[in-house]
């Protein structure tokens, strides 16, 4: 029997989200069954329960702040593999961080790549394929003149299912909740 694997991530909302899923649905229509999202801790087993790990990740986001993110751009992970991708500028930074930040105690894993945030357009393509829907990506990406920002304010755990489909857990807010006197 398979480890169920966990992950957190940051979902895109709004026109952006619309485009991007769009766009996905035209490139991989496989891929863009997955809502528009940035992967903040990629998939791992866990080795405490699914509420210990929630709740854990919940402490570590709590000295956090919300901030801003901006798509950049298209690139691909060639010659490493196949995956076409937005490239993420301002606030990629903050995302590494927040990473490394999750990525430790019991949420902490090996991971087979460095880490890289991005918001995934295609996946599992040869060389050819990813060089092609690059350039198709890049087209369309810059034709695109809607919001190219968006604002990291909660993470969202995941579960992936035994048919693959990922399923939500808990919505995790960047910071501490105000409290009103």
């Known amino acids: 029997m398979q480890a169920e694997t966990y992950a957190i991530v940051v979902y895109l909302h709004g026109p952006l989200a619309c485009f991007v899923n769009a766009l996905r649905c035209t490139v991989d229509p496989q891929h863009s069954s ?8 990629p998939p791992r087993p866990l080795i405490i329960s699914e509420e210990a790990a929630i709740e854990e990740a919940r402490q570590r986001l709590a000295d956090w702040y919300p901030f801003e993110v901006e798509m ?6 060639l ?11 301002w606030g990629a930074d903050p995302l590494c961080v927040l990473h490394d ?16 945030p991005h918001i995934t357009m295609a996946q599992d393509l040869d060389e050819p394929c990813a ?20 604002q990291v304010e909660t993470c969202t755990f995941v579960r992936q299912s035994p048919e693959g489909h990922w399923i939500d857990l808990a919505e995790l807010q960047i910071g501490r909740a105000q409290v009103l006197a």
């Open 34 to 41: 997955k809502a528009p999202h940035v992967t903040v801790l």
């Open 72 to 77: 950049v751009g298209v690139n691909t992970f």
């Open 79 to 89: 010659p490493l593999n196949g995956v076409v991708y937005l490239e993420l500028g």
């Open 101 to 116: 930040t999750l990525n430790q105690g019991h949420l902490g894993y090996r991971e087979p790549f460095p880490y890289v």
């Open 131 to 150: 060089r092609e829907l690059l350039d198709q990506v890049g087209q369309e990406f810059h034709r695109y003149d809607g919001p190219r920002r968006f």
